[in-house]
């Protein structure tokens, strides 16, 4: 049976749009007809892919990097969240879809329950209710700055139950007045009818989850580019070290990568993704605006990343550890479980120091440790397929919902 099914993702974030643009492709291949509603620069991907686009209010990015780098969940107020409902409702009733998928666009929880569309929402586990791995306290939270890392990783448990109640304050305020019973907390107000969690338990353990969250493996994009023809001329004798910083890290790092590796003995790839122009690149510099990073991968020893949960991934299914420099809470979440797990290295962005960095790259290389924990990832990754998972439970969702009408 065709289905038409709304794809709602924050075009401003390559992870954000690729995850939902994936899954996408694959339910277009079964048969279903997609459409994309957003905005944001990476509309582009479905755009170029043929997909139909219908423009939507979506949330300034900048708003979210600033509450998200100040180890907030704020991004939304009352207003945003009346004109997004508003706008949500009057797409609903023009495309009428059979089922609605999002990925990092809180009100739709909303505006679907009032008008009762289902919804299938990609998160990662750490973004539920039911992670169980202990956080720290993120460096950017203010808290942490007054009071250090450790004694407010003390207290983590409560800031985080404070901030992600008082966050989803404004969304009950709403919820409220539309007859919607308010909801526990931020968490629960991202949730949908149908969870995606693009990530492996292994990485991102769980407890108690409910049946309709399932784990369908990372989601990775990259793009549909050839390898750069220097790539193979690298030479195996010598340490190959990759940079990257997704959509939001800082372009200074790039700068700064130049100013301590450059005619250095390691080989340094770079993609910037266009966010800084850079001129007199040394010579032992391999620089190009995109890349597919898998292939670059192949050849590294070391990726050097902002902690970004899809460049971690990648890394984890090619066998190369991670050194992250993050740049906002999740991230940091996400580099103190790759040190947890043995993974790589995480460095503070605030108290960053050139030299900190290169005794970073010196411990990888010189320890096997972070290698072997790597490629047993590797091994567990060969499993999992997220983009045809994820199109399959929404496919059997979608025929469920069907055989109750």
């Known amino acids: 049976m065709k289905n038409k099914i709304l794809v709602m993702p924050d075009g401003n974030w390559l992870s954000h749009t690729s995850r939902p643009f994936e899954i996408a ?25 043929g997909f139909q686009i219908l423009p939507i209010k979506t949330i300034d990015p900048d708003r979210v990097l600033g509450c998200s780098r100040s180890g907030r969940a704020n991004w939304y107020d009352y207003d945003l969240i009346k004109t997004c409902v ?11 879809p059979d089922l609605v998928l999002t990925d990092f666009r809180l009100p739709l929880s909303t505006s679907c329950e009032i008008a009762g569309l289902p919804l299938a929402v990609i998160l990662n586990a750490a973004w539920t209710n039911y992670y169980t791995v202990k956080i720290k306290a993120p460096e950017h939270l203010r808290i942490t700055q007054i009071l250090d890392k450790h004694v407010a990783t003390l207290f983590a448990p409560w800031i985080k139950k404070f901030i992600l109640s008082i966050d989803s304050h404004p969304f009950n305020k709403f919820r409220r007045e539309n007859g919607l019973a308010p909801r526990k907390n931020i968490w629960d107000i991202w949730r949908g009818d149908l969870n995606l969690i693009v990530d492996i338990p292994e990485y991102g353990p769980t407890k108690n989850l409910p049946e309709n969250f399932h784990y369908i493996g990372p989601i990775v994009w990259e793009p549909e580019l050839e390898p750069p023809e220097w790539l193979d001329l690298l030479g195996s004798d010598k340490p190959t070290i990759y940079f990257t910083m997704g959509s939001t890290g800082y372009s200074r790092f790039f700068e700064q990568a130049i100013e301590i590796f450059g005619n250095s003995e390691y080989q340094c790839i770079m993609t910037t993704a266009g966010m800084v122009e850079l001129s007199n690149i040394p010579d032992n510099f391999y620089v190009v605006k995109y890349a597919p990073g898998s292939k670059i991968l192949e050849k590294s020893n070391v990726v050097i990343c902002q902690g970004g949960n899809g460049t971690i991934y990648q890394a984890m299914s090619q066998g190369v550890p991670i050194i992250g420099i993050p740049t906002m809470h999740d991230q940091e979440f996400n580099l103190d479980r790759v040190e947890e797990l043995g993974i790589g290295i995480h460095l503070s962005e605030l108290k960053f120091k050139p030299s900190h960095l290169l005794q970073a790259v010196d411990r990888i290389l010189s320890n096997e440790s972070c290698s072997k924990n790597a490629l047993k990832f590797k091994e567990i990754l060969k499993g999992y397929n997220g983009p045809n998972k994820g199109a399959e439970l929404i496919n059997s969702y979608l025929m469920n919902i069907s055989k109750h009408i």
């Not at 339910?27 to 509309?43: K, N, Q, S, T, V």
């Not at 508003?86 to 009428?96: R, S």
């Open 25 to 49: 492709k694959v339910l277009r291949e079964m048969g279903h007809e997609a459409i994309f509603a957003g905005d944001g620069d990476y509309m582009k991907l479905p755009r170029e892919a």
């Open 86 to 96: 508003e706008a949500e409702l009057k797409l609903f009733y023009k495309v009428k």
